[in-house]
Each structure stands twice: as C-alpha cells, then as structure tokens.
C-alpha cells in the first residue's frame, strides 16, 4: 500500500496497460479537459489542498506539463496553476498576485510509466509541495492573497487560448484522483498517501477523474469538457472517450470495460468500483476522522465530541454534544456513522446510580449534536466497544446491581435499535479493551472477579453471536488500557498495573487472524491509563488523553505496520484534559 509502483506488475508493458485513469497525450491539441466557470475556485487567503495521482509517459516539447491551472490566459484571469518543468525538473505551485505569477518550486525528477502522487497545500503563511506523502523543499513562505477571477479550471493542458498563443504545456501521461479543497490544509506534514477513491469533504469544490461512475460530473456538480468543445458549453460524454480522442483511454473502444480496474498494491490488478490508482481492499478512501466523544474533565463527566483527522497531525476541532454527558462510553463506528453506548453518567465514581445505558449516534461526515440511537440491555460503564462495517459490539464493564459483567451484546449501526445479546466473554470484567478486522474482534485485560487483573486476550468472530474464546496473553496484566487496529493488526497501549500506582507507557501488538501471545511494539511517550481514547485509520493508531496521575490532553499516534515508540500528534484543544474519552472514526480497522 502507498507508492504505485507499475514495475512491481508482472508484464505491465508500460503505463498504457493501466486501465482507467485520463490519458493525456501532451504536445499540441492536446485536448484537455475544462471545468465549467465557477467562483468556488477562488483561494484568496484561504488554506487549501490540490492533490492528484500523477504518471508520465513522456515530457511536452514546450519544457511544461500543466496538471491543473485556473483562467483562461496566460496572466489576466488567473488564479493559480500546479505544473511540472520538465526543463528544469521543477515541481511548481504558482499563485497569481496582481496579475502576476509567484513562482513556488521544488525539485522533482518523475520517472517515466511510475504513479506518484503530488499535492501542493496552503498552510496559513507557508505553500508546501508533497511528493509522495513527504515534504519536499521544506515549507514556501507565502503571505499574499491569491487573485479572485471567476473562471473555470484546466486538467492536463493551459486553457485554450494560452495554446492559440503558442502555450502548449501539455501534460503527457495520465492524471486520476484530482481533488480540490478551498479552505483546508489536507495535508501540513509528511503522510502516507490515500490508495482509495477520495471523498468530498465539506469544502471540496472539484472532485474529478475517480468515479468510474461519475468521471463526467464529479461529487462537486462541476461538469467536465473536452477543451475542443468548451466555447460551445458541450458536456463530455462517455462515447466521446475512444482510443482516437485527444483526451481518454488508450486500451479499447470499448469505454465501458475501461472502469473498475484498481491497482491493489501488492502486484496485481483487482476488479472493484474504483479507479486505477486506487485500490486495496478498505473502505478508508482518505476518510480518516476520528471523533472523540464524552469524557472525565477532572471534575465531571462532559458531553463534548471533538473531532480531528488522523492522517495530519494537530489539535482536535469541536464537532458537536453527546446526549447527555458521560465518561467512559463503548465507542463503534462504520465508515459513516459513529455511536456512543453507555458510560458513567452525571456523578462518576458514586457508588449508586453512576451509568447510563442511552446509545447516542452521529453522522461522522457532518458536524453536529448526537441523536438517541436506543439502549443498552442494562445500565454499565467501564465496557469495550469496536464494530465492523455493519455490527457495533459492546462487552463486559460494570453496574451497580451486578458488578463485573460477562455480557457481550450487539447493534446493527445502520439501524436505530436497542442493543441485542451476542454471548459472553470467558470472565466477567471491566476496563477491558476490544478493537477487531472486519471479521474478528479482541478483547483485552481488565479487572476481573475477583478484584484482580488480567492479561488474557479473548476473541470473537462478529458476524456470529456466540461466546468468546480464548485468543492469548498479554505480555502483563493491566486494566485501564486501550487498544486500536488495522484490518491486520492490533496494538494495545498504556493501562494500569495491578498495584493501581503504576502506570504503563508499554505498546504491544497482535495478528488478528493468528491467535497467539503480545510481542513488543515500542512505547507511549507518556504513561497513561484510564481508558485513553484510542482509534485508528488503517495506517495510523492515536491514543488520545488518559490519566497519568492527573489528567492528560497530549494525543500519541503510531504507524500499525511499524513498530517503535510513539510520536506527539497534538493535543485535546478548548484547555481539556480528559481521561475515559470514547473515541471511533470512519477508517478504523474493523472496516474494510
């Protein structure tokens, strides 16, 4: 996963093997594509992200690839272009002020029939150019406001009036996965590459060449045309994308067999509904927010949920209230909506009337107050929640008639309802932990009766209700701790010894498919336990906040497939330190 790599295919035979991607044959007539006139292409002063999967088959004799350009000619009505200089080998992001271009450029040498993915960002005062996911050329210093025309956008070549004047530019090769977005910094330090088809966020004004579905008129509603046929205004059809067209796909006149054909990543090609060079087997397509709900202040159970994107580093945003405030919620999601069961209500810590069984839901994508969902078969806290897709599981925890609680039960996410019984774990416990793939879900440590600590790890399969059963061990005994995943491999992190005055910074991993004991991952870099709100995309684990003594706002993250200490990702903003946070997102691993 992350860089394609054509040469890793077995008799590709080039680029022109490559089936569904725009294919942009440079030189003059290039024949490019164009955006109907809009003012949402307008940056101003504000951040934003252009970013693109990018592969040459060969460089434009006028020295220029032109990937994306705003205006019509060469200097008046522009706002912006993203180019290659073939002549210098320089990888350009070019703002337009008072008519006149500011050059930002980087070096780059692409190699030919290579996929790479590019992005140039605006962050606040600086332009940065990524190539690959890591930042080249360090941050451009760039404080002015962009020009504001209201034009439309060319892909693969300069507007055709700059090629009337003799500026060619053209791009030559092939352009897939074009997005967008005026008004945020997708990207402000060095990330992994998105390998599936990309989403529109709120502020996404194009959203092209990725939807086998839709290449036309994107997710945006901006139609697409050929550049010959831009001053009459005509929409580009599928029938006009042949081997012969200035602009389309090089394989077969048969344009229908040219969609859903993905690169998987790992040296072969994979029939789905998405565009080469997307590919894999999750549902993550750059989503990647995590949601953090509820929590323990210090003083009292909270209602916020924050939000942040787990692929860019920095401080969690709001995004809206639980229902009610609580500590210590079951968290699951799918990859569009997030649920909250449970948790300790108003007075946490009483010995009466501490839980709640109310299940909150959110919409992930969009900002606002939980709805009420249904409840859980029994008022408890200090339980495990994780989900695929389709089922929300939540098991073990406590109340205030039974105590430690075996019960493992189930919801169907899409479908507003009560909790249903699933089975039971092999112990009764609390302040466990549980994350899972997409058909395996793991349970980890807690307290169990007696009051003592466990290590034992135990596992279900999701889509059969039964009880669980033994996985493997720990590598020691701890409550309090969490645990987060890729579709492969879980990590488990900080927690509580069993004297109750040590806390843990340890992280350990496991295969999900392969029972068996925790080997060693690396460290937090702080100790923490308390439930800390931990959640992943596919690539990244975060473990948000925690009790250290004292209440904690720092966010750690890790790589899965990496092992190694964790780094600082940021902190809890608004001047919360929050322990027994409920975190989930729309990538985790339990979604595939």
């Known amino acids: 996963m992350g860089i394609l790599r054509a040469d890793r295919i077995t008799g590709l035979g080039g680029a022109n093997a490559i089936k569904g991607s725009a294919h942009f044959h440079g030189g003059g007539d290039c024949g490019g594509l164009e955006t109907e006139v809009s003012s949402d292409f307008q940056f101003g002063s504000n951040d934003f992200t252009i970013e693109v999967w990018a592969n040459w088959s060969g460089h434009d004799p006028s020295g220029f690839a032109t990937i994306v350009k705003s205006g019509n000619t060469n200097a008046s009505n522009s706002m912006f272009q993203f180019d290659y200089k073939s002549s210098e080998s320089k990888l350009r992001i070019i703002p337009y002020v008072s008519n006149s271009s500011v050059v930002k450029q980087v070096s780059f040498t692409p190699v030919f029939d290579r996929w790479y993915h590019l992005a140039a960002v605006r962050d606040g005062n600086n332009l940065k150019i990524f190539i690959d996911g890591t930042q080249t050329g360090g941050d451009l210093s760039f404080s002015d406001t962009i020009d504001s025309e209201t034009t439309g956008l060319s892909i693969g070549k300069r507007a055709m009036s700059d090629e009337n004047n003799g500026y060619e530019r053209n791009f030559n090769g092939y352009l897939s996965n074009l997005r967008i977005v005026n008004g945020t910094a997708i990207y402000t330090s060095d990330f992994t590459p998105p390998t599936n088809e990309l989403e529109k966020t709120s502020d996404t004004v194009l959203l092209a060449l990725q939807s086998p579905g839709n290449l036309f008129q994107e997710a945006t509603g901006k139609k697409l045309y050929l550049a010959a046929d831009r001053l009459n205004q005509q929409s580009v059809t599928p029938s006009r994308f042949t081997p012969n067209s200035p602009v389309g796909f090089s394989t077969t006149t048969d344009v229908g067999s040219q969609y859903g054909t993905t690169f998987d990543g790992f040296g072969s090609f994979a029939t789905s509904t998405y565009m080469v060079p997307t590919g894999g087997n999750t549902r993550e397509r750059n989503r990647g927010r995590a949601l953090l709900g509820g929590g323990h ?64 839901f959110v919409t992930i994508a969009n900002s606002s107050n939980a709805t009420d969902f249904g409840d859980q078969t029994a008022e408890k806290g200090y339980h495990a929640g994780f989900s695929n897709e389709t089922r929300g599981i939540i098991a073990g925890g406590y109340n205030d008639s039974v105590g430690k609680i075996d019960v493992i039960e189930f919801i169907t996410i899409a479908t507003a309802g009560n909790a249903q019984d699933f089975g039971d774990l092999t112990a009764a416990r609390m302040q466990l932990a549980a994350t899972g793939s997409p058909t395996r879900g793991l349970f980890f440590g807690g307290a169990a009766n007696p009051n003592v600590l466990t290590n034992v790890v135990d596992f279900i399969t999701i889509a059969t209700t039964g009880n669980a059963q ?123």
Not at 351 to 356: A, D, K
Not at 527 to 540: E, K, M, V
């Open 297 to 360: 202040d210090g003083s009292a159970a909270t209602n916020h949920i924050h939000q942040l994107s787990i692929q860019s580093q920095g401080n969690t945003e709001e995004f809206g209230d639980l229902t009610i405030a609580r500590w210590i919620p079951a968290p699951s999601s799918s990859s569009t909506r997030g649920v909250w069961s449970g948790g300790g209500g108003y007075n946490p810590g009483s010995p009466t009337g501490s839980y709640v069984n109310f299940i909150d």
């Open 470 to 592: 033994d996985f493997g061990d720990m590598t020691a005994p701890t409550k309090y701790g969490n645990a987060t995943s890729s579709n492969t491999r879980a990590i488990y992190g900080g927690g509580l010894a069993p004297n109750d005055t040590t806390y843990v910074n340890t992280i350990e991993f496991f295969t999900i498919a392969s029972t068996g004991n925790a080997t060693d991952f690396g460290d937090l870099t702080t100790a923490r336990s308390t439930t800390p709100g931990a959640t992943s995309n596919n690539i990244r684990g975060i473990f948000a906040g925690g009790f250290a003594p004292g209440n904690l706002n720092s966010i750690d993250f890790v790589t899965i497939a990496t092992t190694g200490n964790a780094s600082d990702f940021g902190d809890i903003n608004f001047g919360l330190d929050m322990r027994g946070i409920g975190a989930l997102s729309d990538s985790h691993g339990g979604l595939s």
